[in-house]
């Protein structure tokens, strides 16, 4: 079985490919029983999206649940271009026997614009390629480790990952415009469920895992975080692949 977290669709797409070229299933993490995974899995893999050069608060909660057992394990971290020291951190609570990370489009919206068409479709292009490439070696059960950690990935999956689990993780910068036709599509879809509607408008909770998703894909364009997103695009992998 695969098991994914995505935010904006990057990771669930790398999770579908794989599962499509590989035979196994591809589910969500949120809802799913670790037990279930467990269960006579020949293959056990994770997908997911670096955050802050590390792996999510839920993917490596779900790990921990996680027996190996005698499956063959393997995960892939779908990222702007490095990897950190996450794939290592996550095999520290989950032993892999092959880790690969995965060139996506950018989707973190609040901290820079996003890359233009060009540059979203070439990543993509490549991903497929890279996606074969890693199915057949999951298929043979081979042990790999490609993995683009980058410069620094020890204080940047250490130091910078601290920062941004103990203080960019607030949700005090989301807000709502006038937009919102409250269709309450962010509610539904926040993984965390930190999102509930109030007189038809989103309210945020304390902390959310900042996937983005509700930012990225609320159809109104409705949602802001701070001043910076007010000119920038939205991203949503919908756009450019059918998952």
């Given at each position: 079985?695969?098991?994914?977290?995505?935010?904006?669709?990057?990771?669930?797409?790398?999770?579908?490919?794989?599962?499509?070229?590989?035979?196994?299933?591809?589910?969500?993490?949120?809802?799913?029983?670790?037990?279930?995974?467990?269960?006579?899995?020949?293959?056990?893999?994770?997908?997911?999206?670096?955050?802050?050069?590390?792996?999510?608060?839920?993917?490596?909660?779900?790990?921990?649940?996680?027996?190996?057992?005698?499956?063959?394990?393997?995960?892939?971290?779908?990222?702007?271009?490095?990897?950190?020291?996450?794939?290592?951190?996550?095999?520290?609570?989950?032993?892999?026997?092959?880790?690969?990370?995965?060139v996506m489009?950018?989707?973190?919206?609040?901290?820079?614009?996003?890359?233009?068409?060009?540059?979203?479709?070439?990543?993509?292009?490549?991903?497929?390629?890279?996606?074969?490439?890693?199915a057949a070696?999951?298929?043979?059960?081979?042990?790999?480790?490609?993995?683009?950690?980058?410069?620094?990935?020890?204080?940047?999956?250490?130091?910078?990952?601290?920062?941004?689990?103990?203080?960019?993780?607030?949700?005090?910068?989301?807000?709502?415009?006038?937009?919102?036709?409250?269709?309450?599509?962010?509610?539904?879809?926040?993984?965390?469920?930190?999102?509930?509607?109030?007189?038809?408008?989103?309210?945020?909770?304390?902390?959310?895992?900042?996937?983005?998703?509700?930012?990225?894909?609320?159809?109104?364009?409705?949602?802001?975080?701070?001043?910076?997103?007010?000119?920038?695009?939205?991203?949503?992998?919908?756009?450019?692949?059918?998952?």
């Amino acid at each position: 079985m695969i098991c994914y977290f995505s935010g904006t669709g990057n990771s669930r797409w790398a999770a579908r490919r794989l599962a499509a070229l590989t035979g196994d299933e591809a589910r969500d993490i949120i809802g799913l029983d670790a037990a279930d995974v467990c269960r006579g899995d020949a293959r056990i893999g994770l997908v997911f999206p670096i955050y802050a050069w590390g792996a999510p608060e839920p993917v490596l909660d779900f790990a921990r649940q996680l027996n190996k057992g005698g499956a063959f394990t393997f995960a892939v971290a779908t990222c702007g271009s490095e990897a950190g020291y996450a794939l290592k951190k996550l095999a520290e609570v989950f032993p892999l026997d092959s880790c690969y990370s995965l060139v996506m489009p950018n989707n973190y919206v609040i901290g820079s614009e996003l890359e233009d068409e060009a540059t979203v479709r070439a990543k993509l292009g490549a991903a497929e390629t890279e996606l074969t490439t890693i199915a057949a070696e999951l298929r043979e059960n081979k042990p790999v480790n490609r993995v683009h950690e980058g410069a620094l990935a020890g204080l940047k999956s250490n130091l910078a990952n601290f920062g941004f689990n103990r203080f960019a993780r607030s949700t005090k910068g989301f807000r709502v415009t006038d937009a919102c036709i409250g269709c309450g599509l962010c509610a539904q879809g926040c993984p965390a469920h930190t999102i509930t509607l109030t007189n038809g408008k989103p309210v945020w909770a304390t902390q959310c895992y900042q996937c983005l998703r509700c930012l990225n894909e609320c159809p109104q364009t409705a949602i802001q975080y701070g001043k910076a997103t007010e000119t920038r695009g939205r991203y949503s992998l919908r756009r450019y692949r059918a998952d």
